[in-house]
Protein backbone atom coordinates (compact mmCIF):
# COMPACT_ATOMS: atom_id res chain seq x y z
CA UNK A 1 0.00 0.00 0.00
CA UNK A 2 1.76 3.29 -1.20
CA UNK A 3 2.40 6.11 1.17
CA UNK A 4 1.04 8.67 -1.78
CA UNK A 5 -2.31 6.90 -2.60
CA UNK A 6 -4.90 5.43 -0.78
CA UNK A 7 -8.63 4.26 -1.92
CA UNK A 8 -11.47 5.29 -0.23
CA UNK A 9 -12.59 1.51 0.79
CA UNK A 10 -9.34 1.00 1.86
CA UNK A 11 -9.71 4.25 4.61
CA UNK A 12 -12.87 2.94 4.99
CA UNK A 13 -12.26 -0.74 6.01
CA UNK A 14 -9.09 0.49 8.31
CA UNK A 15 -11.35 2.70 10.15
CA UNK A 16 -14.10 -0.32 10.26
CA UNK A 17 -14.29 -0.07 14.23
CA UNK A 18 -15.44 3.46 14.16
CA UNK A 19 -17.98 3.05 10.98
CA UNK A 20 -19.20 -0.05 12.98
CA UNK A 21 -20.40 2.07 15.61
CA UNK A 22 -22.56 4.54 12.76
CA UNK A 23 -25.59 4.21 11.78
CA UNK A 24 -26.42 4.21 7.95
CA UNK A 25 -27.17 8.28 7.53
CA UNK A 26 -23.88 8.82 9.85
CA UNK A 27 -21.95 6.49 7.85
CA UNK A 28 -22.89 8.03 4.33
CA UNK A 29 -22.62 11.57 5.41
CA UNK A 30 -19.20 10.67 7.15
CA UNK A 31 -17.57 9.42 3.32
CA UNK A 32 -18.31 12.12 2.36
CA UNK A 33 -15.99 14.62 4.73
CA UNK A 34 -13.12 12.65 5.27
CA UNK A 35 -10.14 13.53 3.58
CA UNK A 36 -6.58 11.96 3.34
CA UNK A 37 -3.30 14.07 3.81
CA UNK A 38 -0.17 12.95 4.01
CA UNK A 39 2.55 14.45 6.37
CA UNK A 40 6.41 14.82 6.21
CA UNK A 41 8.67 14.09 8.38
CA UNK A 42 8.44 15.98 11.81
CA UNK A 43 5.31 17.95 10.07
CA UNK A 44 3.20 19.04 13.10
CA UNK A 45 -0.86 17.92 13.00
CA UNK A 46 -0.98 20.56 15.38
CA UNK A 47 0.37 22.91 17.93
CA UNK A 48 0.20 23.47 21.95
CA UNK A 49 -2.74 25.99 21.95
CA UNK A 50 -4.35 25.75 18.93
CA UNK A 51 -8.26 25.29 18.66
CA UNK A 52 -9.19 21.53 17.82
CA UNK A 53 -11.59 21.35 14.43
CA UNK A 54 -10.14 18.01 13.31
CA UNK A 55 -10.11 14.15 14.11
CA UNK A 56 -7.09 12.65 12.90
CA UNK A 57 -6.62 8.67 12.31
CA UNK A 58 -3.63 7.36 11.77
CA UNK A 59 -3.41 5.18 8.45
CA UNK A 60 0.53 4.75 8.04
CA UNK A 61 3.09 5.87 9.45
CA UNK A 62 4.08 6.81 13.37
CA UNK A 63 3.37 10.27 15.71
CA UNK A 64 4.75 11.29 18.61
CA UNK A 65 2.65 13.39 21.19
CA UNK A 66 4.85 16.18 23.21
CA UNK A 67 4.51 19.04 25.31
CA UNK A 68 6.92 21.86 25.80
CA UNK A 69 8.44 21.98 29.23
CA UNK A 70 10.63 23.87 30.94
CA UNK A 71 13.44 25.68 29.07
CA UNK A 72 11.42 25.01 25.71
CA UNK A 73 12.12 20.88 26.21
CA UNK A 74 9.71 18.91 24.69
CA UNK A 75 8.32 15.99 26.86
CA UNK A 76 7.31 12.69 24.34
CA UNK A 77 3.95 12.24 26.53
CA UNK A 78 3.31 8.49 24.52
CA UNK A 79 3.64 7.63 20.73
CA UNK A 80 1.35 5.95 18.38
CA UNK A 81 1.14 3.73 15.34
CA UNK A 82 -1.38 3.03 12.60
CA UNK A 83 -4.67 2.71 13.27
CA UNK A 84 -5.36 5.12 16.01
CA UNK A 85 -7.41 8.35 16.22
CA UNK A 86 -6.33 11.19 18.17
CA UNK A 87 -6.60 15.11 18.00
CA UNK A 88 -10.03 14.66 20.03
CA UNK A 89 -9.32 15.10 23.61
CA UNK A 90 -9.19 18.78 23.76
CA UNK A 91 -12.37 18.88 21.87
CA UNK A 92 -13.92 16.88 24.57
CA UNK A 93 -12.47 19.09 27.16
CA UNK A 94 -13.80 22.21 25.54
CA UNK A 95 -9.75 23.48 25.85
CA UNK A 96 -7.61 24.47 23.45
CA UNK A 97 -4.31 21.54 22.67
CA UNK A 98 -2.11 20.88 25.66
CA UNK A 99 -0.06 18.85 23.34
CA UNK A 100 1.42 19.32 20.40
CA UNK A 101 1.78 16.22 17.70
CA UNK A 102 3.86 15.87 14.29
CA UNK A 103 5.53 13.01 12.22
CA UNK A 104 8.30 10.37 12.95
CA UNK A 105 8.05 10.24 9.73
CA UNK A 106 6.13 10.16 6.50
CA UNK A 107 2.34 9.57 7.67
CA UNK A 108 -1.24 9.35 6.05
CA UNK A 109 -3.74 10.55 8.03
CA UNK A 110 -7.81 10.56 8.15
CA UNK A 111 -9.28 13.77 8.66
CA UNK A 112 -12.63 14.36 9.67
CA UNK A 113 -14.54 17.67 10.99
CA UNK A 114 -14.91 17.33 14.91
CA UNK A 115 -18.04 19.31 15.00
CA UNK A 116 -19.59 16.13 13.10
CA UNK A 117 -18.18 13.65 15.04
CA UNK A 118 -19.55 14.94 18.41
CA UNK A 119 -22.68 15.26 16.83
CA UNK A 120 -22.62 11.51 16.12
CA UNK A 121 -21.49 11.36 19.93
CA UNK A 122 -25.20 13.22 21.00
CA UNK A 123 -26.61 11.14 18.53
CA UNK A 124 -25.60 7.98 19.49
CA UNK A 125 -23.92 6.48 22.39
CA UNK A 126 -22.12 3.59 20.53
CA UNK A 127 -19.52 6.39 19.05
CA UNK A 128 -19.80 7.91 22.10
CA UNK A 129 -18.43 4.52 23.97
CA UNK A 130 -16.20 4.06 20.97
CA UNK A 131 -14.04 7.22 22.17
CA UNK A 132 -14.57 7.18 25.87
CA UNK A 133 -12.60 3.38 25.68
CA UNK A 134 -9.79 4.86 23.81
CA UNK A 135 -9.27 7.80 25.74
CA UNK A 136 -9.71 5.60 29.24
CA UNK A 137 -7.10 3.15 27.34
CA UNK A 138 -4.77 6.16 26.63
CA UNK A 139 -4.61 7.59 29.93
CA UNK A 140 -4.45 4.32 31.77
CA UNK A 141 -1.55 3.78 30.11
CA UNK A 142 -0.10 7.76 30.81
CA UNK A 143 -0.65 7.33 34.32
CA UNK A 144 1.75 4.52 34.43
CA UNK A 145 4.29 6.27 32.66
CA UNK A 146 4.17 9.19 34.62
CA UNK A 147 4.90 6.68 37.56
CA UNK A 148 7.61 4.95 36.18
CA UNK A 149 9.36 7.94 34.47
CA UNK A 150 9.28 9.36 38.15
CA UNK A 151 10.69 6.70 40.44
CA UNK A 152 13.12 4.69 38.08
CA UNK A 153 16.68 5.51 37.61
CA UNK A 154 18.05 6.87 34.10
CA UNK A 155 18.61 3.32 33.07
CA UNK A 156 15.06 2.03 33.96
CA UNK A 157 13.84 4.51 32.14
CA UNK A 158 15.92 4.06 28.87
CA UNK A 159 14.83 0.29 29.31
CA UNK A 160 11.42 0.84 29.49
CA UNK A 161 11.31 3.38 26.68
CA UNK A 162 12.94 0.55 24.46
CA UNK A 163 10.51 -1.71 25.74
CA UNK A 164 7.74 0.82 25.19
CA UNK A 165 9.02 1.50 21.77
CA UNK A 166 9.43 -2.24 20.72
CA UNK A 167 5.85 -3.04 21.89
CA UNK A 168 4.11 0.00 20.16
CA UNK A 169 6.06 -0.17 16.69
CA UNK A 170 7.59 -3.66 16.89
CA UNK A 171 10.63 -5.24 15.43
CA UNK A 172 12.30 -4.92 11.92
CA UNK A 173 12.10 -8.70 9.95
CA UNK A 174 15.69 -9.22 12.20
CA UNK A 175 13.67 -9.79 15.19
CA UNK A 176 15.88 -7.71 17.27
CA UNK A 177 16.25 -3.90 15.52
CA UNK A 178 13.16 -1.13 16.50
CA UNK A 179 11.53 -0.36 13.72
CA UNK A 180 11.18 3.21 14.76
CA UNK A 181 14.42 5.16 14.37
CA UNK A 182 15.18 8.02 16.71
CA UNK A 183 16.93 10.21 17.61
CA UNK A 184 18.71 10.76 20.77
CA UNK A 185 17.06 14.04 21.47
CA UNK A 186 13.69 12.28 20.92
CA UNK A 187 15.15 8.99 22.95
CA UNK A 188 15.60 11.42 25.94
CA UNK A 189 12.45 13.08 25.58
CA UNK A 190 10.82 9.71 25.28
CA UNK A 191 12.61 8.63 28.81
CA UNK A 192 12.50 11.99 30.65
CA UNK A 193 16.49 12.78 30.48
CA UNK A 194 18.61 14.95 29.41
CA UNK A 195 20.11 13.92 25.67
CA UNK A 196 24.00 13.49 27.45
CA UNK A 197 22.27 11.65 29.62
CA UNK A 198 20.58 9.25 27.25
CA UNK A 199 23.48 9.15 25.02
CA UNK A 200 25.64 7.90 28.18
CA UNK A 201 23.09 5.29 29.42
CA UNK A 202 22.49 4.13 25.68
CA UNK A 203 26.03 3.80 25.30
CA UNK A 204 26.54 2.02 28.76
CA UNK A 205 23.77 -0.29 27.56
CA UNK A 206 26.17 -1.19 24.07
CA UNK A 207 29.15 -1.47 26.27
CA UNK A 208 27.39 -4.16 28.51
CA UNK A 209 26.23 -5.66 24.95
CA UNK A 210 22.39 -5.11 25.94
CA UNK A 211 21.66 -3.52 22.50
CA UNK A 212 23.74 -2.95 19.65
CA UNK A 213 23.92 0.82 18.08
CA UNK A 214 24.22 1.39 14.35
CA UNK A 215 23.60 5.04 13.78
CA UNK A 216 19.76 5.92 14.80
CA UNK A 217 18.86 2.22 14.74
CA UNK A 218 18.90 0.27 17.89
CA UNK A 219 19.47 -3.39 17.99
CA UNK A 220 17.82 -5.17 21.11
CA UNK A 221 20.40 -8.07 22.09
CA UNK A 222 19.49 -8.90 25.22
CA UNK A 223 16.12 -9.37 26.36
CA UNK A 224 16.05 -10.81 29.41
CA UNK A 225 18.72 -8.10 31.07
CA UNK A 226 16.41 -5.03 29.29
CA UNK A 227 13.61 -6.74 30.76
CA UNK A 228 15.33 -6.91 34.06
CA UNK A 229 16.28 -3.41 34.37
CA UNK A 230 13.10 -2.08 33.73
CA UNK A 231 11.70 -4.38 36.13
CA UNK A 232 14.29 -3.32 38.77
CA UNK A 233 13.96 0.38 37.75
Do not use: W
Not at 102 to 117: D, G, Q
Not at 224 to 232: M, P, Q, S, T, V
Amino acid sequence: MSKKTIEQDEVIGMMSELFDALNDAQQRELKRHIKVRSFKKNEYFYNEGDMPDTLFCLLQGKIKISKEGVGGRHQIMRVAGAVEYFGYRAALAGEPFITSASAFESCLVATMPLKLIKGYMQDNPQVGIFFVQRLAMALGQSDERTVNLTQKHMSGRLAESLIFLRDNYGLEEDGCTLSLYLSREDLANLSSMTTANAIRTLSSFAREKIVAIDGKKIKLINMHALEEINRLG
